[in-house]
């Protein structure tokens, strides 16, 4: 027996989910290289062993060590119990359960999912579902005002976005807003409760969603509780809302209290796990809902919160307001926060780091490209995965076009960084999840990290940056139009690395949709007859193009090209 094969797997999420009503989802991770053919066998947990049903597993793709399998297992009474055989071509074999690998099946043991609970499975809002998201940092947008920011959903419209998400904009004494003063007030700078509505109205007229940024980590210095503790030190009825380590309180030169961050004097960590502040903030969250009629919030530093108040926040909120989303800014993998019981989604800043690297810095190629992102997707549950913020920049980083110029092969990289750029464009339009757009990417900005990347919004059209545009506007309708780009299966179709070409595919039920990457600049040629066996006719959405089955389809890619096949 091939006893030192590594296989992993555990009955619960990511790796065991519910994915619809009666369908258990299964994922196993095997070792890379062993072209191992997996079949899960599964039955009721209360039937007779020796009654399990075999189904083959689909294998996903390579996240380098390991291989990806997955397999939808159907469940009439929601309590499954299954074990798992691998294989390789010479014919040797293990079975694989919880007591770990055996070449026997009773040895091996049985996972058990003890039942599916409909609750535990993740419902999306059903306007997410090909949502597009554009991110507006409220000081640096058309004036700098609510009223400035309604003007432009005309612009926003025919963009093709479907929703806004606006950073901070509550009472606040800076201008990027994250260290609040007054929850229940906007801001004087950018208007008034009334102008949000105003905001929120024309938006829905537009078809646009609407959504907050809440920080609930962290108040700022100003904010009433701490202002408190800083007059009354111990003997303020506040004290315990915040982390004081020693009175009386001291700002400077180091705090005496924590922050966000380290030694962030003017942004006091909140005690979320103090039962008033949590009735605090939960009021907050319902108030701008009920008020204003916003569609989701965005929370700040969401990693740093209690998970407890966070399971209430879900709970309370969408009882209330089903359709609400709700988004965790977490800057790594969030798989914890994603079950379920939280998030609908979160940023997706792990994704960021390997499109950085592809199209940008081109310090990976098409094999490591692909390997990152099945792995990144393996650490979600499938409507995780379509509830996450895919985005190329944000307030919080340098401008995705800056990277392409400063990365890069070639001496001749600032010649190619915006077509570098819109092959990510590409592939961020066309991926699983919700497109997220940083204002001022559809024109070609440019800024280095915070302050630079947050600059004022620049309106005039200028030369590329129309071409950009029309190509976000372009991708973005195509993106809307076909049910493959907003539900559809993401799926690795090849990678040529030494050419640095890469193709995927998006399934959804009898349709799927191809694309092709070419970030090189060499033109390269492809052989399509694997793509759709028996179609006589491919198109390229992208151009209109027309592909006939002449005994072999044969394309060819411009350099930092790519086609949409459909």
């Not at 998201?133 to 093709?160: A, C, D, F």
């Not at 800043?349 to 997707?377: C, D, K, N």
């Amino acid at each position: 027996m091939p006893n030192r094969w590594f296989l992993y797997h555990t009955a619960e999420d990511p790796f065991a989910y519910p994915a619809g009503e009666g369908i258990l989802k299964l994922r196993l991770f095997v070792q890379n290289g062993l072209q191992l053919s997996c079949t899960v066998i599964h039955s009721d947990r209360y039937d007779s062993p020796g009654s399990e049903v075999p189904l083959q597993m689909e294998r996903i793709g390579s996240a380098g060590a390991y291989e990806i399998h997955e397999a939808l297992v159907r469940t009439e009474t929601g309590k499954c119990r299954y074990l798992f055989h691998a294989r390789n071509p010479a014919g040797e074999y293990v079975w694989f359960g919880e007591r770990g690998t055996s070449e026997n099946r009773e040895r091996a043991g049985s996972f058990q999912f003890a039942y599916l609970h409909a609750p535990a499975a993740l419902v999306l809002p059903a306007w997410s579902t090909g949502a597009v998201v554009y991110q507006i940092y409220p000081s640096s947008y058309n004036r700098g005002t609510l009223e400035g920011i309604t003007e432009k959903m005309p612009y926003l419209q025919k963009l093709g976005v479907t929703a806004i998400y606006m950073t901070p904009i509550f009472e606040s004494p800076s201008d990027h807003k994250y260290n609040t003063s007054d929850y229940y007030r906007i801001d004087p700078g950018f208007g008034t409760k009334e102008d949000l509505k105003q905001l929120v109205d024309e938006a829905h007229a537009c078809g646009i969603r609407v959504l907050l940024d809440a920080v609930f980590n962290h108040a700022g210095d100003t904010f009433f509780a701490f202002k408190d503790v800083l007059e009354n030190g111990e003997q303020s009825r506040y004290k315990d809302w915040f982390f004081i380590r020693s009175f009386p309180v001291q700002q400077h030169p180091s705090p005496a209290y924590e922050t966000f961050a380290n030694g962030v004097a003017q942004m006091p960590k909140l005690n979320m796990n103090h039962p008033e502040v949590a009735d605090y903030m939960l009021a907050v969250a319902k108030y701008w809902v009920r008020e204003a009629g916003i569609d989701g919030w965005r929370l700040d530093v969401a990693n740093e919160v209690n998970p407890l108040f966070w399971q209430r926040f879900r709970r309370e909120l969408k009882a209330e307001f089903p359709e609400l989303l709700l988004i965790g800014e977490i800057m790594h993998a969030s798989g914890p926060w994603l079950r379920g019981d939280q998030f609908d989604g979160g940023m997706n800043y792990v994704l960021r780091e390997a499109v950085l690297e592809f199209f940008a810095q081109q310090s990976t190629g098409p094999i490591r490209f692909m390997e990152q992102v099945l792995h990144q997707e393996a650490l979600y549950n499938d409507q995780a995965n379509m509830g996450m913020f895919q985005l190329l920049g944000s307030h919080d980083t340098l401008r995705f076009l800056t990277a392409c110029k400063e990365g890069g092969r070639g001496w001749d990289r600032e010649s190619t960084a915006m077509r570098r750029m819109r092959l990510a464009v590409f592939f961020q339009m066309t991926y699983t999840g919700i497109p997220m757009i940083y204002y001022g990417d559809e024109i070609g900005m440019e800024g280095a990290t915070d302050p630079h990347c947050r600059k004022p919004m620049i309106w005039q059209e200028q030369e590329p940056a129309g071409e950009l545009y029309k190509w976000y506007k372009q991708l973005i309708s195509l993106r809307r139009k076909y049910d493959t780009l907003q539900k559809g299966s993401f799926r690795p179709w090849f990678t040529d690395e030494v050419r640095g070409v890469v193709g995927y595919v998006r399934r959804f039920e009898q349709n799927k949709t191809g694309m092709i990457i070419n970030n090189s600049p060499n033109h390269y040629q492809l052989q399509l007859h694997t793509f759709c066996p028996g179609k006589n006719v491919l198109t390229d959405l992208l151009t209109g193009l027309t592909i006939r089955n002449t005994g072999r389809i044969l394309v060819e890619i411009e350099p930092f090209g790519c086609l949409m096949l459909n």
